[in-house]
């Protein structure tokens, strides 16, 4: 230290010198002005000291005095305070409630830059879909706010209960968005959500997103395992979700992997009154037009999806406004949507299926009908009294209506448009409900979208495409996107109507993976293209169908799961040696798992002990085989990898 | 005895004019006993010109009506006119040396590092407020004047003696409405608006300031970024990682000090102003209004020419009665 100053010098000098200096000065009177020469020398000292006077006075050299005053005044420093000048002046007064610091005002937790430092797109992408207007400054709570305030009274939510306008939609999700603000909850923070299509959903993701939160779903058919990999990896800081959900006690499970969780703040549950622990979701609501210093913008991220994945664990997808709003908004005047819609999601909301339909209803202005639990009898009868126009489902949902006769039974007038997505479409099935439904509603038409968690809704037919495209296709690219196919032996670009695999790139295309650099590293080519893993072809007009998949993933009724984590839990079964689960065809889900296995010598096993040891793994029920195959050796690569098309071909 | 009393005079008269002629409004001498006894050791004149004979103190207009209305950003940076007063107290130091043969200097307007953060070579303030051009405000002790308002003050120091003037007899500061709204809040107007609250004290039973409570480090914070250069250098070597250090040297406030850095300003970077803006001394001093100020002078001048084509006419009649 200079001087001989020592840290401990500056820590027992430092606010004397701080105070004897011209820091804090004080004048009694006017002793100069009227040459009041001993109110002067008695004033000398709270008028400041110059360094060699402190120094007199508290026994150090006067080079000492500058170096602890240096220290002591950068401790009192404070920085940015010239940032206040921008409020003043011009007829602005200064007001201490007016201005905080831009640094305390915009500050970003650590877990919540994770999610940012995701987000990086090539910036020769980004400039062009800012300059074609697909990506603009807007976002989710933007829609709401500009239908509050230009349609206060349009239809924005048909739930079982009753209905909300635009307007008092708004107003709730201010409630709760104040809620959320008080606890403590700042932009950037995940906060997690497992909830069916409920009122409640609504109003949460609206209100995590409205001050800048990042909303991330759970499946509801999700338990311990699953919850507890996701909440880990997404740093959640919050959960929303039901108290219980038929046989799953969801708030207990929760509440422990609070305990557990370094980042887990809040629990909350639906209702007015919460489990010991939660807290109670009605209780949040404050009335009031939320104050929100760090508001959220187009490039934020706001949503976390997760996707089943290729690996043993699922992959987080993080999107931004720009990427799931732009892709709705571009494609409302697709749909020929209008504010007269009336629209309705079979799918859930946790998916992005359900959340892209739900946003393109939201941007064009239209009311969004809430089915909580899809039943096929509760989707006809929904469909029936709320007078739904536009319906996006699933072949299962379709399938499962048209085999319980419901189609026949019910009131589907009103439909002008279905369209489908999820897994892929039978052209039976899709047939026959076009041919039901055109019984109603003459000239109503059907669409195929085809997206990933990744992709969003990256192409889909259009309302006045050819009449019997979505029988076989999934339509031409979304506006904004571009669709390829790619030879699976050299990545070159094959020529239409031939089978590879499909490549997109565009505007809803999701940035990467989150903390996943392995994933990431093989998901994108060097220039922007989203190696999707399925078989796909394109013909002469761009319209897309897919024929496979180059991946293990099974997709139980458009629920896709990896069985990677169920095959390592069953091989653990002391019966087993080894196990391999493969997607079999299904009318009805389009696939379901079917599980081989070989077993220990002399050893036994059944279906049902199989369902038996995943249940006491709390693995979800969605993602249990539904078939066993014990078979006497398993298909094998030289490297002792299980050739799982050879399994499939023994279906 | 009343020819070099005349002489002097003359001296001071034709210093004040050119002071004016160059734009000041204001001109004062300070008394040197004064001064020697007030300043603290080492900041006194004679510590600066061994020899100094006499101070003078002139005083330069702040800001215009305009800028005054404008938002605090722009008044941050069309406000202060220091360079002004620095340059005619420049050209005065030589022109007293090349018109009088007296040694001259411009005091400088620096602070003295040898002292202290804030602590000046010289004491401007103290120059006209001894020198009467000018007395201590509530407002941080910046200096008023009843018919200028706010003013920016430089000093010249020469061996030419000259006689002095008197402090104001009176102080413009606090106004009568500031003393209404201290007795009504606690509280006067630049108290009440400084933006970082540096500014606090009482007005007596006798409306004048009883104590004047000045945070200077806060003001400092404010107001003046070179404070901040330091500040930035240290935030760049502790930043956590390369976008808080980029900002720390790049960011668009910091650009700024670089800038004028550069481009060697040599001024304050950034003043706020604010108990300026709401001061009524300040704003309705009678000559603080650049254009009344211009009609003011040329009825001074009007003034003295009347003034002396009167005692022309006295000296006439005087001499036909001779």
Not at chain 1, 340 to 347: G, L, P, V
Not at chain 1, 397 to 405: C, D, E, L, R, Y
Not at chain 1, 603 to 621: F, H, Q, V
Not at chain 2, 103 to 115: G, L, Q
């Amino acid at each position: 230290m200079a001087y001989g100053v020592t840290q401990q010098m500056i820590d027992t000098f430092g606010e004397i010198v701080f105070k004897l200096s011209l820091n804090k000065q004080i004048r009694r009177g006017d002793p100069v002005r009227k040459l009041d020469f001993s109110a002067i020398e008695a004033t000398r000292e709270e008028s400041g000291l110059t360094d060699k006077e402190i120094a007199e006075r508290i026994g150090l050299l006067p080079e000492q005095v500058s170096v602890v005053r240096v220290f002591t005044e950068r401790k009192h420093h404070k920085i940015d305070q010239h940032r206040r000048l921008y409020h003043l002046g011009g007829g602005k007064r200064w007001k201490k409630e007016a201005y905080r610091s831009p640094a305390e005002r915009l500050q970003f937790r650590e877990d919540a830059m994770m999610i940012r430092k995701a987000i990086k797109f090539l910036p020769e992408l980004a400039a062009r879909y800012i300059e074609k207007g697909y990506w603009i400054n807007e976002t989710l709570n933007g829609h709401l706010i500009n239908y509050a305030h230009i349609t206060p009274d349009a239809l924005a939510i048909i739930h079982p209960e009753g209905e909300l306008s635009y307007k008092h939609l708004k107003d709730s999700v201010d409630e709760l968005t104040n809620g959320l603000m008080k606890i403590g909850l700042t932009k950037g923070d995940v906060v997690a959500v497992q909830l069916p299509n409920t009122l409640e959903f609504i109003i949460s993701y609206f209100a995590i997103t409205a001050f800048g939160g990042v909303m991330q779903t759970i499946h509801m058919p999700y338990r311990d395992a699953d919850i507890k990999f996701l909440l880990t990896h997404s740093k959640a800081r919050a959960v929303i979700c039901l108290p219980a959900f038929k046989d799953f006690n969801t708030a207990k499970v929760m509440l422990s992997l609070k305990e557990k969780s370094d980042t887990l703040d809040h629990i909350i549950t639906i209702g007015e009154v919460s489990p010991k622990g939660t807290k109670a979701f009605e209780s949040l609501k404050i009335t009031g037009t939320p104050k929100i210093d760090n508001p959220p913008v187009g490039s934020d991220p706001f949503l976390l999806l997760y996707t089943s994945g290729t690996t043993s664990n699922p992959k987080g997808v993080p999107l931004t406004y720009q990427n799931m709003i732009g892709n709705a908004r571009l494609s409302v005047p697709e749909f020929h949507m209008t504010p007269a819609d009336r629209n309705i999601s079979a799918a859930p909301f946790s998916h992005l299926y359900g959340l892209y339909n739900f946003h393109v209803a939201l941007c064009a202005g239209a009311a969004n009908i809430l089915l909580p639990v899809f039943t096929p009898p509760d989707l006809a009868k929904t469909i029936e009294k709320t007078k739904a126009t536009t319906v996006f489902l699933g072949p299962p949902h379709a399938a499962s209506m048209i085999n319980a006769g419901l189609l026949d039974n019910h009131d589907f007038s009103s439909v002008r448009f279905s369209m489908f997505s999820g897994s892929t479409c039978p052209p039976s099935i899709l047939k026959t409900y076009r041919d039901k439904i055109s019984n109603h509603s003459d000239g109503t038409r059907i669409g195929q979208l085809w997206g990933m968690t990744e992709t969003a809704g990256a192409t889909f037919c259009r309302d006045d495409g050819p009449k019997d495209l979505a029988l076989k296709s999934a339509g031409p690219a979304a506006p904004g996107n571009e669709i390829r196919i790619v030879s699976a032996e050299n990545d070159e670009v094959i020529s239409a109507n031939t089978e590879g695999e499909l490549q997109v790139r565009g505007s809803s295309v999701f940035p990467g993976y989150l903390n996943n650099s392995e994933a990431n590293a093989d998901a994108f080519t060097v220039d922007g293209w989203f190696k999707t893993g399925d078989i796909a072809i394109i013909d002469e007009f761009g319209n897309l169908t897919i024929t496979g998949r180059t991946k293990d993933v099974i997709s139980r009724g458009g629920v896709k799961f990896n069985p990677a984590d169920i095959e390592d839990l069953i091989v653990s079964h002391p019966n087993v040696e080894q196990a391999a689960i493969v997607p079999m065809p299904d009318p009805i889900l389009g696939e379901k798992a079917c599980c081989f296995i070989t077993l220990i010598d002399n050893m036994t096993m059944t279906l049902e002990d199989l369902c038996n040891l995943l249940d006491s793994k709390k693995i979800a029920k969605n993602k249990w085989p539904e078939r066993l195959v014990i078979i006497d050796e398993m298909p094998l690569t030289p490297t002792r990898k299980i050739i799982k098309s050879k399994l499939i071909e023994k279906l | 005895m009343a020819n070099e009393k005349s002489n002097l005079e003359g001296l001071r008269k034709a210093c004040e004019a050119y002071v004016k002629k160059k734009g000041a409004l204001a001109f004062g001498l300070a008394n040197i006993e004064t001064l020697e006894r007030t300043a603290p050791e080492g900041s006194r004149p004679s510590d600066m010109l061994p020899k100094v004979k006499s101070v003078i103190s002139i005083g330069v207009g702040g800001g215009t009506r305009g800028s005054w209305s404008a938002d605090a950003k722009t008044l941050a940076y069309i406000g202060d006119t220091e360079t002004m007063a620095y340059r005619i107290a420049y050209g005065l130091a030589f022109y007293i040396e090349a018109k009088f043969g007296y040694r001259a200097i411009f005091v400088p307007p620096d602070m003295d590092p040898e002292k202290g953060a804030r602590v000046p070579m010289q004491s401007l303030k103290l120059h006209a407020e001894v020198a009467g051009i000018g007395a201590r405000s509530m407002a941080g002790d910046i200096l008023l004047h009843p018919e200028y308002g706010m003013m920016y003050y430089a000093s010249v120091f020469t061996e030419m003696k000259m006689p002095p003037d008197q402090p104001m007899a009176d102080n413009p500061c606090p106004h009568p409405s500031c003393v209404q709204l201290y007795r009504k809040s606690g509280q006067t107007p630049c108290m009440r608006f400084c933006p970082v609250e540096c500014l606090s004290g009482s007005i007596g039973d006798d409306d004048q300031v009883e104590e004047m409570h000045y945070d200077a480090h806060a003001c400092a914070e404010m107001s003046q970024q070179y404070e901040a250069i330091p500040s930035i250098l240290l935030d760049t070597l502790d930043a956590k990682d390369p976008i808080e250090r980029g900002m720390a040297l790049h960011g668009p406030e910091n650009q700024v000090i670089w800038y004028k850095l550069s481009v060697g300003a040599g001024e304050l970077l950034s003043l706020c102003y604010e108990c300026m803006r709401v001061c009524p001394i300040t704003q309705t001093a009678p000559m603080a209004n650049p254009v009344a100020r211009g009609a003011g002078m040329r009825q001074k001048i009007v003034e003295a020419e009347a003034a002396a084509r009167t005692e022309h006419a006295i000296e006439q009649d005087s001499h036909k009665e001779n």
